[in-house]
């Protein structure tokens, strides 16, 4: 198990540095210059003193080793070129914790309302209750998150005020983007779990323990519902990793301030320093999740360790 | 078993607890004596970038510092789309009779936040950081070629930033020598000289300003706390000379960029002022009947420019009729619902020399692009024309053109497409829409790589120079590199800027503004399109919020009557 996990930690930090390096060479290859928004309107000479200033004057490999010899003696990604004056690992941080927080919670409401509501359609296949929430499921899954979000936004909010329509710091603010950001979520997870039961419920050891007189509550709970949880828990893994980029368009119409709007602007204005910045946290969160998943697999059906432990 | 799962389970609900918790933590106290408190509520969609008025000078950084920083002089709208210089950090300031010499005297109670008096030392300063190559002032090249060594000493051509005709001739007066008469000048200090606190700034170096701690503030608000992409909240200074005049309390200048978002919450009440272009919301919002609403161009010109260097552009009769091939207010009508007011010169009309408009000092002669369209009864016939001379096929079919477009937003796509159709339907020619972000746009024209672009221009000056300087053919923005301008019009045009410089009477600079504008926009280099106007909503409890073409909201007028 240790050599699986070192060998799984060595893949990724040549991921990260492909990364980090792949990520440099594409923002400056890219068309576009960082300072254009802030130079655009200055004669030449005074562009080359800003210019100078981010280094952007240097021929392109000679940026890239200097910025990679700050990152691995400091791990400092340097200073956002547009956002003057503020490093990208301070913007980062003071960020992060936003987007995470919308993203947890509305991932606990996916995986609660999901599991829940894939139980109820499985156990009641083919009756109403059934049809109502496959309905609802497909429409779920088919309108993105931005609409379901002015959807809610133009009535709870704007027209019948019971929440405010943008903000942040208070519990209400939370209603609106949480409820928008878990909607999509639990359509899905309410999707697999009543494929995973029903194809669960059919199986030898359901009607076993059914025949060894098990109450209908008991063999719900002690059989069904653990068996169908499998595939259910390694879907968990990646949207862990998702939770902070899946609220981007809803931090915007909220008005959040979240990582969201910096990576997306950040793009849009070449901001080397803050796009690198940003993808390489994103690299390490994802491959830290792959591995979280990886060694989740072992844990939760042993059966899988025992394949791996084989080759 | 069953002690696990209840552990599961509170273990998911205590999650769930502390996280919520944790959300109320940053609770903010609403304010409970919201009748005596004066608080005023207004939104942005772009960040104030940061708080360091040297290097930060976009247009949320200067809203910004219009609250909390008070430069020499102020320029402020008053009711009626008018405005006014006012005395700001200095109380008075002389002139001297060619006009080169500006002595500030300094308004002896003006503090910073701290309690320390401004002094004319930290204007010096200020003005001596700009012109210091390594601090990258982005506001510097403003004042290169007006204030006296000031372009010496910031492209290092042999004078020290301490050198600039810029003194402190002792704490209450400062002195600013200018090279030419400019009457722009005390306009220019008001919007582009926002001052830095010396002692701090020495003791900081670059840290100077990066939070709201640490940096001071001499304006009627001081920032109370700042969260870049939420909100920034300012609350009155009460070191401020004026602050017993100041009627507002706390400002809440949120960060908003959805604009439906915005408007949303301002019909709610958790706004108390708007911008919108959007119809619909606007009707819904004079629906309510409780905002005043002020509708005003602004004055940035909107404008196509054309690549001289290219094989069709190079000649004056196929941009001319590709200039008047359109109707702008038709333009306007369709491709922005009727929210703007067509140009048919680079100036808008609001656009001084000295005392009068310029539009009014050369009797509406600016108005090229209505001269051209009356001259020119058929675009087509004048392009095959155009043609001829250039010794191409006068079949306008086998033209094709290139549209570089700026951006790839809405607006943008729906300008190229109505253009496209236009030149393409009156003039026969081929027209390639090139879609792509502006600030690759930038780049390419740059490279001159363009036939048609669109550009845009706020002016830093309410003059016309600030327009023109722009197609200065060596060091304006759009030079001759850019604009592939050549031949003898280039130099003329250099020549007749350079002489409206010295020229004192307001008269004569206009006329002599007007032969240049003429050889830029009525040979079709630069079509003029229009003005943007967006409606501003402005609760009507809120009194004494003006709306102007230029000059900033003067907020320590501001106050809430409910």
Request: hydrophobic share 40%; glycine share 8%; aromatic share 10%.
């Amino acid at each position: 198990m240790v050599k699986f996990i070192g060998k799984r930690l060595a893949y990724a930090v040549l991921t990260l540095f492909l990364i980090t390096t792949a990520t440099f060479f594409l923002v400056a290859g890219a068309p576009g210059d960082p300072i254009a928004a802030k130079v655009g309107q200055m004669p030449e000479q005074a562009q080359e003193i800003i210019r100078e200033k981010y280094g952007l004057d240097q021929p392109v490999v000679k940026r890239y080793t200097t910025y990679m010899k700050n990152l691995l003696t400091t791990g400092d990604f340097g200073e956002s070129i547009i956002y003057t004056g503020q490093s990208a690992n301070d913007i980062i941080k003071n960020n992060t914790l936003v987007s995470a927080k919308i993203g947890l919670l509305g991932l606990l409401f996916q995986v609660t309302i999901g599991i829940s509501l894939g139980m109820v359609a499985a156990l009641n296949r083919g009756k109403p209750v059934d049809h109502v929430i496959r309905v609802l499921v497909v429409l779920a899954i088919c309108v993105p998150s931005f609409v379901f979000a002015s959807v809610l936004q133009y009535f709870l909010a704007f027209k019948w005020k019971l929440v405010p329509v943008f903000g942040w710091g208070e519990l209400k603010h939370y209603i609106l983007p949480v409820a928008a950001y878990a909607i999509g979520g639990i359509a899905s997870y309410t999707k697999y779990m009543r494929s995973s039961t029903l194809s669960v419920i059919g199986e030898d050891y359901i009607i076993t323990a059914k025949a060894k007189g098990c109450t209908k509550k008991r063999v719900v709970r002690k059989h069904v519902l653990r068996n169908a949880m499998l595939p259910i828990i390694t879907m968990i893994g990646p949207s862990l990793a998702g939770i902070f980029a899946g609220s981007f368009i809803l931090e915007r119409m909220f008005a959040i301030p979240g990582l969201g709007f910096y990576y997306v602007k950040a793009v849009s204005d070449n901001d080397y320093t803050m796009v690198i910045g940003l993808t390489i946290f994103f690299a390490i969160l994802f491959v830290g999740s792959l591995i979280v998943v990886d060694i989740l697999y072992g844990i939760v059906d042993p059966r899988i360790r025992v394949a791996k432990g084989k080759k | 078993m069953k002690k696990r799962k209840t552990l599961a389970m509170g273990l998911a609900v205590a999650m769930a607890v502390s996280c919520l918790a944790g959300c109320g933590g940053d609770d903010k106290k609403a304010s409970s004596d919201g009748k005596t408190e004066q608080v005023l509520n207004i939104s942005n969609n772009s960040v104030v970038v940061g708080l360091n008025p040297l290097i930060n000078t976009t247009g949320p950084d200067n809203a910004a510092f219009n609250m909390v920083l008070d430069p020499l002089v102020k320029r402020v709208t008053r009711d009626g789309n008018t405005y006014e210089i006012i005395p700001a950090a200095a109380e008075s300031w002389d002139i001297s009779e060619d006009g080169l010499i500006y002595t500030f005297h300094m308004n002896k109670d003006a503090k910073w936040s701290d309690g320390t008096k401004v002094t004319a030392n930290d204007f010096e300063f200020t003005f001596q950081k700009m012109a210091t190559p390594s601090v990258a002032a982005t506001n510097a090249w403003l004042f290169d070629g007006i204030i006296e060594n000031f372009s010496e000493a910031l492209y290092d051509q042999g004078k020290k930033p301490e050198e600039i005709g810029v003194h402190a001739i002792d704490e209450d007066t400062l002195e600013i020598k200018i090279i030419h008469p400019a009457s722009y000048f005390l306009e220019l200090v008001s919007s582009s000289a926002y001052p830095v606190n010396k002692a701090m700034y020495e003791e900081l170096g670059s840290d100077y300003a990066t939070s709201e701690t640490k940096t001071v503030f001499n304006g009627p608000f001081k920032i109370e706390s700042w969260s870049q992409n939420t909100e920034m909240v300012v609350v009155r200074n009460d070191q401020y000379w004026g602050a017993d005049d100041v009627k507002l309390d706390k400002i809440n200048y949120k960060i908003i960029q959805e604009s439906a978002t915005a408007v949303q919450s301002y019909i709610n009440g958790e706004l108390d002022v708007i911008g919108t272009t959007d119809a619909n919301w606007g009707k819904t919002i004079e629906e309510q009947g409780e905002s005043e609403s002020y509708q005003v161009p602004d004055s940035s010109p909107e404008f196509f420019m054309l690549n001289a260097a290219n094989e069709y552009l190079c000649n004056e009769k196929i941009r001319q009729a590709l200039s008047v091939a359109y109707d702008r207010q038709e333009m306007i009508d369709t491709l922005r619902n009727g929210k703007g007011v067509p140009i048919y010169s680079m100036m808008p009309d609001t656009i001084q020399v000295g005392e009068k408009t310029y539009t009014e000092l050369v009797g509406g002669k600016n108005h090229f692009v209505q001269e051209l369209q009356n001259e020119i009864k058929d675009p087509k016939a004048l392009l095959i024309e155009g043609l001829k001379e250039l010794g191409k096929d006068p079949d306008p079919s086998k033209v094709t053109i290139r549209y570089a477009s700026r951006g790839t937003d809405e607006l943008s796509k729906k300008i190229a497409e109505w253009m496209k159709q236009q030149w393409e339907s009156v003039l026969g020619i081929n027209v390639e829409i090139d879609m792509m972000e502006w600030n690759i746009m930038w780049d390419k024209i740059d490279a001159g790589d363009y036939d048609i672009a669109t550009g845009g221009w706020g002016p830093y000056y309410n003059e016309p120079s600030a327009l023109l300087q722009l197609f200065d053919p060596d060091n304006g923005y759009f030079n001759a590199e850019k604009t592939g301008w050549s031949g003898e019009d280039p130099k003329k045009y250099q020549e007749l800027l350079n002489e409206a410089k010295y020229e004192v009477d307001d008269q004569k600079k206009a006329e002599l503004y007007l032969q240049a504008e003429e050889l830029v926009v009525k040979s079709g280099l630069i079509e003029p399109t229009y003005l943007e106007e967006a409606p501003t909503f402005v609760k009507k409890y809120v009194k004494n919020y003006f709306v102007s073409t230029v000059g900033q909201v003067d907020f320590s007028q501001v106050y809430i009557e409910k």
